[in-house]
């Protein structure tokens, strides 16, 4: 089965980049109608969709947060990555990593990572 684990520094302050990685195993980033994607939970609030890299390296971000995200992979480590940056408290939630087969608008998702908490503050 897949396996996603997420990992990065749990603490990050304003206006800095927040940066996670993913990294995958029992299969590969690059696998035919795989996509994989980063998703957020703030405290009290509900699931967000930060956006997606599919199997072929094409990338999608949602609206609210397009202008300041970028969703990377490095084949040769089986690991893609996320980066969001000039971060406020807003931002603090817990990120998941997670994966599923086919269309990445339509379908759900197969596998998720356990979650990482980071919190933005000074």
């Known amino acids: 089965q897949v396996q996603l684990q997420e990992s990065g520094p749990g603490l990050v302050k304003p206006s800095q980049t927040l940066s996670l990685t993913c990294t995958v195993s029992?299969?590969?980033?690059?696998?035919?109608?795989?996509?994989w994607s980063w998703i957020r939970q703030p405290p009290g609030k509900g699931l967000e969709w930060i956006g997606v890299?599919?199997?072929?390296?094409?990338?999608a971000y949602s609206p609210s947060l397009k202008s300041r995200t970028s969703i990377s992979r490095d084949s040769s480590k089986n690991q893609f990555t996320l980066q969001l940056s000039s971060v406020t408290p807003e931002d603090t939630a817990v990120y998941y990593c997670a994966s599923g087969v086919g269309t990445w608008y339509s379908g759900g998702y197969d596998y998720w990572g356990q979650g990482t908490q980071v919190t933005v503050s000074s």
């Open positions: 029992g299969g590969s980033i690059t696998t035919n109608d795989y996509y």
């Open positions: 890299i599919v199997y072929s390296g094409n990338t």
